[in-house]
């Protein structure tokens, strides 16, 4: 559960890197804290991701573009695929993968996860554009 301190930091960090009118905090002190912020591509789309806040910042929160997203064939992106990366559905929203496990600590800022989910819609974009899978796109080093 995110720290009334934790909360401030994020709000500071947020309102540093994004204007004021492209997020919001809602439900804080709830069982169903998120952050809904706004997401431009370079192809001018705006898509709105939805960060859940309720294990944050212990674990990976859960992050969704707020509509069922489709490939490029036509098929809701509601079930997990690596290739894709995507983690199901919950929300009726698509969940997005953003930060693996292994890379994952308290640390990590929703700055940071809003900028790894904008990536994800780059390559979203991409895929609509040439069917080739997000995974197509990503440099994996081990």
């Known amino acids: 559960m995110m720290t009334p301190e934790r909360y401030q930091l994020e709000q500071r960090v947020l309102s540093r890197h994004m204007p004021k009118n492209t997020y919001v905090f809602k439900n804080i002190g709830s069982s169903s804290p998120h952050l809904l912020i706004a997401a431009r591509t370079n192809r ?38 690596a290739s894709m990366h995507t983690l199901g559905s919950e929300h009726g929203f698509t969940r997005i993968c953003h930060y693996g496990t292994n890379s994952w600590t308290p640390n990590v800022s929703l700055f940071k996860i809003y900028v790894k989910c904008r990536l994800w819609l780059e390559m979203y974009e991409l895929h609509l554009q040439t069917g080739k899978p997000i995974d197509y796109y990503l440099n994996h080093q081990s």
């Open 44 to 81: 001018g789309n705006v898509y709105t991701l939805r960060v859940d806040l309720d294990l944050f910042p212990n674990s990976i929160p859960h992050a969704f573009v707020t509509k069922m997203l489709k490939d490029k064939s036509g098929s809701l992106l509601d079930d997990p695929s």
